[in-house]
């Protein structure tokens, strides 16, 4: 006898979450047909000997909502290991949606997620209206990867309340209604539940609020209700948890909507760096939800929340100041030549960086204690004194002149690592800690 597959003396860890074990496994015709010693031979052998083997992973908190209508790799995700992808968070994504708001929801998800508008402009095919025919859409093409989907809380809206989502009114009852028909059908359709923000962080690129920034209890209420009747879907939330005054409100609602649905309710955990310790208060009223019986989870990210900070992408210490934005239209190699000159160095070194930049996160690109150069490869728990700050410390220099120096290194283009959150000890050992909660899960990779 044969097997199609035998993968021989790797460490098996087969999602149950206990110990791994030394063991072959056989495959046949796409399946397992036994873990333990495999006595016959496979067509392909592999040796997995020094190394892990396990399921695939399932990435639960992307944003290929537009990519998977035009690419069949979902790429990165595919590169990693990951084989099911869910996209559709934060209430961002494309269905449902008329003819006359494709523009609107593009400007969203390319302020939410840092896409480039016109890789959305000119990949998108628009063959649906209806959150059905989106999936529909994705069903006739093929993926490297399962996906999944849920119903984006802001297209929802959008559909049903038009220009009122977007002046953040609050749904009438008969939007509610509406609402609630338009996810019991995506849920019958196949959608996985619904995803929804109430960040202020989450932006479109002309500066608006995302449409759901203020829905009322009442609205998520009806929401949760409509997957309860329909038996399915999962509440995925995300909002900043900024305010400690705030914290009972914010988690009461999420524990109202799991305990008057009976659906599961899963949230965007980080760690702030200017209240450190908040996490710990969440997860505690996690864990307590969790023993009274409710589904509720935490997605929390294994290492610092970051951005990528560099001349060829959206943002970088500079992109604010008037002087650099008057080389915007330059080409690349002609830009970095410009930047290279003494006096346009000067010139905007000497300016101070915008005040009421287009996104929040603009104020902290200047942040040097949290900037670091992220190295190739990159290291993604740099020490405290590779900051860019304590780096110009020593230099007997200012942060912005090595930061300036830094970036035009390599062509023009080296690039810089801001951690913006999951990283005020400077180490991961936050991380590992959040992560060791029973309920808390791998999420928010984006």
């Not at 609205?219 to 705030?246: I, K, P």
Request: aromatic letters at 8%; proline letters at 6%.
């Amino acid at each position: 006898m044969t097997e199609d597959l035998v993968i021989r003396g790797g460490t098996v860890f087969d999602g149950s979450g206990g110990e791994g074990r030394e063991a072959d496994i056989a495959v046949s015709g796409g399946r397992i047909t036994e873990i333990g010693k495999i006595l016959v031979r496979g067509r392909e052998e592999i040796d997995a000997r020094g190394l892990m083997v396990t399921p695939g992973f399932v990435d639960i908190h992307t944003h290929y909502d537009g990519q998977a209508t035009w690419e069949q790799r979902l790429m990165p995700s595919s590169f990693h290991g990951v084989t099911t992808v869910v996209m559709g968070n934060c209430g961002v994504g494309f269905a449902p949606c008329r003819p006359g708001e494709h523009d609107l929801l593009i400007h969203l998800m390319g302020g939410v997620e840092d896409i480039p508008e016109v890789v959305m402009t000119e990949g998108i095919p628009w063959t649906w209206e209806t959150y059905p025919e989106y999936l529909d859409t994705l069903a006739r093409r093929e993926f490297d990867v399962d996906i999944g989907s849920y119903v984006p809380h802001a297209a929802l809206r959008l559909f049903t309340m038009g220009e009122r989502a977007c002046r953040l009114e609050p749904a009438t009852d008969g939007d509610l209604e509406a609402m609630g028909a338009l996810l019991r059908q995506a849920l019958k359709a196949g959608a996985l539940g619904l995803g929804t923000s109430q960040t202020i962080h989450h932006r479109s690129t002309d500066g608006m609020s995302i449409p759901t920034l203020k829905a009322s209890k009442a609205e998520y209420t009806a929401l949760v209700s409509a997957m309860a009747e329909a038996g399915r879907g999962v509440f995925q939330y995300v909002t900043d948890f900024f305010d400690e005054a705030e914290f009972p409100r914010q988690f009461g609602l999420l524990r109202h909507l799991a305990e008057c649905s009976g659906r599961p309710v899963t949230f965007t955990l980080t760690q702030h760096h200017n209240r450190p310790d908040d996490w710990r208060w969440l997860m505690e009223h996690v864990d307590a939800a969790r023993h009274d019986g409710l589904n509720m989870s935490a997605q929390f990210f294994p290492r610092a929340v970051g951005i990528i900070l560099g001349h060829e992408l959206s943002l970088n210490p500079f992109y604010s100041r008037p002087s650099y934005i008057a080389l915007a239209d330059l080409g690349f190699e002609e830009r970095i030549a410009a930047l290279r000159q003494p006096e346009v160095r000067a010139r905007i070194l000497a300016e101070p960086i915008d005040s009421n930049p287009a996104t929040l996160l603009g104020l902290r690109v200047a942040n040097f204690d949290e900037i670091y150069p992220l190295g190739d490869p990159p290291d993604y728990e740099p020490p405290r004194d590779t900051s860019i700050a304590a780096m110009a410390a020593r230099q007997g220099v200012t942060p912005d002149e090595l930061a300036y120096d830094l970036l035009l290194e390599k062509g023009g283009r080296t690039l810089l690592y801001m951690a913006t959150s999951n990283y005020a000890s400077r180490t991961l050992d936050t991380c590992f800690e959040a992560l060791g909660h029973d309920g808390a899960v791998v999420g928010l990779g984006d």
